[in-house]
């Protein structure tokens, strides 16, 4: 049935009405997906054992998250109500923002960053403070501070930062959290298994610090859409008279806590990651393609004008890769994904195929 065109609909928020509809550039996937730093191997094998117990009764009743946010919280040294489990990340930064943000507040975002902190910020009536990085991409520490005001309501940081893999030192985050008393520091570990670092242990002490996790990346469970928020016992509060009580279903409620017993295929991912990385780092040097040092499992690097058709060549040759020319200050730049080392010297070879077609790269060859 077509609609009709007389047919009258009530008019949405302005604000959504100047927002434009955001799809990830996905299609088809049947390829090496070094293009959404996704897990590019598998999750641990005790997940699909857990999710072969799924019971009938599991599927028909709702879902119970407050069992298994208490396990997540002792497994992290949290108290329970300083947690909240998430339909991923993004699910934790929408509810965050709808929850403090309203007009004339701001949000300081250090770019290029995750696309998401904007879109969710542009469905609210704040406005977007964007802190550019210079060149090198490193994190914009005395910009940032320099752009805190009296109407800064979040400040939301990667850490590490998506596309460039920068990070902010613990010192760092301290001073920004007790430069803006104010605010709300939003700390973004998506990538944290790969850096090591955190400052999850500074929930509750840092009164306006807010920690978020992701089970989308090391821990490979993207397709079940798990996340946390982490704050003080008064911010949760806030927060969950936003969160739907049932966002985070039965399947990835059942699954979780045998992900987080497996720390051993956990370390195993990591450390894989890790030495890929440290390869494709010396075969991206090789032919003279500059990249950002990275903290994360991907790498961003410069091919300039020709980045579409290096995507291209990638792809045909079974990698796919992800372009950030459109980011602020990333055009030619393309990000990729850090698999296991033998899927990375698969994405090697479609590199330096790539790389000499195009005549890409500083090196004589
Ligand atoms: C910094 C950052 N935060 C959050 C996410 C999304 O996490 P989730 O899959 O848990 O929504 C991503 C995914 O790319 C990311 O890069």
Redesign the pocket.
């Known amino acids: 049935m077509t609609e009709a065109a007389t047919t009258m609909h009530p008019t949405p928020r302005a604000r959504v009405q100047a927002m434009m509809e955001y799809h990830p550039p996905l299609g088809s996937r049947d390829a090496l997906r070094l293009d959404?730093?996704e897990n590019t191997l598998a999750c641990s094998h005790r997940v699909r054992e857990a999710l072969a117990r799924i019971s009938m009764s599991d599927l028909t009743r709702y879902p119970q998250r407050e069992p298994v946010e208490a396990i997540v919280a002792a497994h992290l040294g949290l108290a329970a109500a300083q947690l909240a489990l998430t339909n991923?990340?993004?699910?934790a930064?929408h509810v965050l923002f709808e929850t403090f943000l309203e007009a004339g507040d701001e949000l300081l975002l250090p770019v290029p960053?995750?696309t998401?902190y904007e879109v969710y910020a542009s469905a609210t009536d704040a406005r977007v403070v964007p802190v550019l990085a210079a060149d090198d991409l490193q994190f914009p520490f005395e910009p940032l501070l320099a752009a805190i005001a009296p109407r800064t309501k979040i400040i939301a940081i990667?850490n590490p930062?998506?596309p460039s893999g920068a990070v902010a030192t613990r010192e760092q985050l301290i001073e920004i959290a007790s430069r803006a008393p104010h605010a709300l520091l939003l700390v973004?570990e998506?990538?944290f298994h790969f850096h090591g670092e955190t400052v999850m242990d500074l929930v509750g002490v840092v009164p306006n610090l807010i920690v978020?996790r992701?089970?989308?990346?090391a821990y490979g469970l993207?397709g079940l859409?798990?996340?946390l928020i982490a704050a003080p016992v008064q911010l949760m509060r806030w927060v969950r008279r936003v969160l739907s009580p049932y966002s985070v279903n039965s399947l990835a409620l059942a699954c979780l806590p045998p992900a987080l017993e497996d720390t051993a295929y956990l370390d195993w991912y990591v450390g894989e990651v890790l030495a890929a990385r440290a390869e494709f780092e010396t075969a991206l040097d090789a032919v003279g393609i500059r990249r950002w040092p990275s903290r994360a499992n991907f790498i961003l690097t410069e091919i300039g004008l020709r980045h579409a058709e290096f995507v291209r060549l990638m792809h045909e040759a079974g990698v796919l890769v992800r372009d950030r020319s459109a980011d602020p200050g990333c055009d030619g730049r393309v990000r990729i994904t850090i698999g296991t080392r033998e899927q990375m010297r698969q994405a090697t070879t479609a590199l330096n195929e790539a790389v000499a077609a195009l005549n890409l790269g500083g090196k004589e060859k």
């Open positions: 959404f730093n991923g990340v993004d699910e930064i960053t995750y998401m990667a930062n998506s973004d998506a990538y978020a992701t089970f989308s990346k993207a859409r798990l996340g």
